[in-house]
């Protein structure tokens, strides 16, 4: 399982794969979009000898401009993902592709805030009802420095009290925000974390250690639950000098 920190709403070109979002599996055929909220939990299995896909990523300062246009100016929205097979919303996004490859300065910010209106006429949005929009702010914000620098072993009563969150609330917000038991997000902010330290050059032994894995067979486990390649293989694409 893996999440992205930015909004994805992704055309499949060409291809055939199925996804796997809380707890069911989708089938995600040529034709079909991807809808994925910041930090969604989801694991992709291709099938096609070619898989090709158009993907806009949308920050989160981005989305709320987007959203405060479309709403009430009060709640953020949500994608109603993870797949649709809805041709409309699938040919506004090949005609941003072929506008992007042929005339990119033709292409702003109001041509996503109409395709995200098209996406919420559809039927594909909802209310982000899950926890005050304070809360997921400050959980955003943490979650993405601790994914991209990697701070050290995290323990799920810290984050909690960063949000000023019982563990019981906290567990709940991971639950509805993105499908994630607080011990599996830990483990993925662990292996964040050793990514950090392999790219910073630290040797696999003391990565392990640093990120708080009990031993290195338990750092390769999750590296490949995670990321699908071992620590070993994520070092010599980060540091190819390395043997």
Do not use: K
Request: proline share 5%; aromatic share 6%.
């Amino acid at each position: 399982m893996h999440c992205h920190p930015t909004y994805n709403i992704g055309a499949v070109l060409d291809g055939h794969a199925t996804v796997e979002c809380d707890g069911h599996a989708h089938e995600q055929p040529t034709g079909s979009t991807t809808l994925f909220n910041a930090f969604d939990a989801h694991a992709s299995a291709w099938y096609g000898e070619r898989n090709h896909y158009f993907v806009i990523n949308i920050g989160e300062a981005t989305w709320q401009r987007l959203c405060m246009a479309l709403g009430d100016g009060h709640q953020p929205l949500q994608l109603r993902g993870p797949i649709s097979r809805d041709q409309i919303i699938f040919h506004m996004m090949l005609g941003l592709r072929e506008e992007l490859l042929s005339r990119p300065e033709n292409v702003g910010l109001d041509d996503i805030a109409a395709l995200l209106a098209t996406i919420a006429r559809r039927g594909f949005t909802r209310d982000d009802e899950t926890a005050p929009l304070e809360a997921l702010d400050a959980f955003r914000d943490r979650l993405s420095l601790a994914t991209e620098q990697g701070e050290g072993p995290l323990r799920i009563e810290e984050l909690a009290g960063h949000l000023d969150l019982s563990r019981f609330q906290f567990s709940r917000l991971l639950r509805n925000m993105i499908g994630l038991q607080p011990r599996r997000l830990r483990l993925q902010l662990m292996v964040a974390t050793a990514q950090s330290e392999i790219v910073s050059g630290v040797p696999l032994s003391s990565a392990a250690m640093n990120a708080g894995f009990s031993d290195q067979s338990h750092m390769n486990r999750e590296f490949r639950r995670t990321l699908g390649i071992t620590p070993r293989e994520y070092q010599r694409v980060v540091r190819p000098g390395i043997l």
